[in-house]
């Protein structure tokens, strides 16, 4: 039987993608001593590895796919294949971003201030692209854990990621410019893309996990309206959206069942109540498929 070797990130996204993946269908156990991890699809064998490293794995092949951060794959160069875009992170559902930080009392204001500088970060490669790029000699070093705690004494600057940069600012550091933006990506080996049985898993992966996210910032709605109501009613609703409309028992009313934006449902629900809907329910979505 054909198996999908699949790396899942081990550390700050672990918990997140497991729980994305449940609300995907998928039920993954880890056991705390294995990096092995149980799922109820014979078709997928899962390995945790390192977000960081797994760009490198997928691109040589020891795994068929992944799931890793957009800037560890520009850090490794690696050449793969991008199945989808998944944005979601530890907390969060935005990009986050690569940033050139300093003391907020640093002299340092723009790329060429770096010259004959110190830059502790985890992202070698990036920090080194990036001097190049702005012809600048710095000595790039490798920061193990606590960026932001470095500088002014073990370092001039930094390059750490951040999605608020409220970290940085309880530090007392400044954004001085960005190096690049991520997001997680579901990648695949070149050779595993062109499998026809891989390509077809990892593209059935890829729509039920872009599924579940697409429906965390959606809702359903059901309604039931009056025949001379009904356009008033979807008058109110989205332009672009166009609901279910169905018979009831009652050949005078009708029923409406549609998918909106949660954002909206706070001053729409009032708004349809006047104008004649009944019996309005708003309910949660696990996926959504366009």
């Keep these: 039987m054909s198996v999908l070797r699949l790396a899942l990130p081990k550390g700050s996204l672990e918990e997140t993608t497991v729980e994305m993946f449940r609300r995907a269908g998928y039920k993954i156990n880890i056991n705390s001593r294995s990096y092995y991890p149980e799922i109820d699809d014979p078709e997928i064998e899962c390995m945790l590895i390192r977000a960081q490293e797994i760009a490198r794995y997928v691109e040589t092949g020891i795994m068929d796919a992944g799931l890793t951060g957009y800037d560890w794959i520009l850090e490794n160069s690696a050449d793969v294949v991008e199945i989808a875009e998944l944005v979601y992170g530890k907390v969060g559902r935005r990009p986050l971003r690569w940033v050139l930080a300093v003391p907020n009392d640093s002299p340092i204001r723009c790329a060429q201030d770096l010259e004959g500088k110190r830059i502790a970060t985890e992202a070698i490669g990036m920090t080194q692209r990036y001097l190049q790029k702005h012809q600048v000699n710095a000595k790039v070093e490798f920061s193990w854990g606590a960026t932001e705690v470095k500088p002014p004494y073990l370092a001039d600057a930094i390059v750490e990621i951040t999605e608020t940069g409220s970290s940085l600012k309880a530090n007392n550091l400044r954004i001085v410019d960005t190096l690049c933006e991520t997001t997680t990506r579901f990648i695949a080996n070149k050779e595993a893309a ?36 009904l356009q008033a009613v979807l008058d109110i609703l989205p332009a672009l959206q166009r609901p279910t409309v169905s018979s009831l028992s009652d050949p005078e009313w009708l029923s409406l069942n549609t998918v909106l934006d949660a954002n909206l449902m706070r001053d729409l629900i009032p708004a349809l109540k006047e104008a004649g809907a009944v019996g309005l329910v708003e309910y949660k979505l696990n996926k959504v498929v366009f």
């Design 194 to 229: 062109q499998d026809p049985f891989k390509r077809r898993k990892m593209e059935s992966i890829a729509l039920l996990l872009t599924a579940v996210l697409e429906a965390e910032n959606k809702v359903g709605l059901m309604l039931n309206v009056h025949q001379k109501h």
